[in-house]
């Protein structure tokens, strides 16, 4: 195989508020935790059983940094869509540590805010984000019409004037 692919797609909850650090450069980077939980049922005992992940999410991209500061808050259901980098440290004790994380770089990765809770505006102004709508890839097609008039199939007489067909 000529190439690989490092892509995650989670769904999930914060565990904690965004937290905002800057690097040296002054670029801010992002980290919060995202719990996933798979729920299903003990065929023995007929129980319900749930099992949670911890997911560790940096995000580099300075936009989606700064709608995950302002709008995402713990308990947020987000999608995300990164990719797995692990790395090492040097944790307080001296000991070498390594953690994977889920970085969206510069450049890459998705974030959607998949729960309103009557946010407002905030439909408006990011594409209906607060409702499921991603970021940065809103369509056409779902965005309110400029003017007053909604259209109703009816074509301008500007546009109907000297059509050669």
């Known amino acids: 195989m000529s190439g690989s692919v490092n892509k995650v797609i989670l769904v999930g909850n914060l565990g904690r508020d965004p937290e905002v650090r800057r690097m040296g450069s002054g670029d801010p980077v992002v980290t919060f935790s995202l719990a996933t939980t798979e729920s299903w049922r003990d065929k023995a005992t007929g129980e319900r059983r749930d099992r949670t992940e911890w997911h560790n999410i940096v995000i580099f991209n300075e936009n989606l940094g700064k709608i995950a500061e302002q709008y995402c808050?713990?308990?947020s259901k987000i999608y995300l869509e990164g990719q797995l980098q692990t790395r090492?440290?040097?944790?307080?004790?001296?000991?070498?540590?390594?953690?994977?994380?889920?970085?969206?770089?510069?450049?890459?990765?998705?974030?959607?805010?998949?729960?309103?809770?009557?946010?407002?505006?905030?439909?408006?102004?990011?594409?209906?984000?607060?409702?499921?709508?991603?970021?940065?890839?809103?369509?056409?097609?779902?965005?309110?019409?400029?003017s007053g008039d909604m259209g109703g199939g009816r074509v301008s007489a500007t546009l109907d004037d000297d059509i050669p067909f």
């Open 73 to 75: 808050k713990k308990g």
């Open 88 to 146: 090492e440290f040097t944790d307080k004790d001296g000991n070498q540590r390594k953690t994977t994380e889920v970085v969206l770089q510069r450049f890459r990765g998705e974030l959607t805010l998949l729960d309103s809770r009557g946010r407002g505006g905030e439909d408006a102004a990011f594409g209906g984000a607060s409702s499921g709508g991603s970021f940065g890839r809103q369509s056409p097609m779902e965005r309110a019409p400029a």
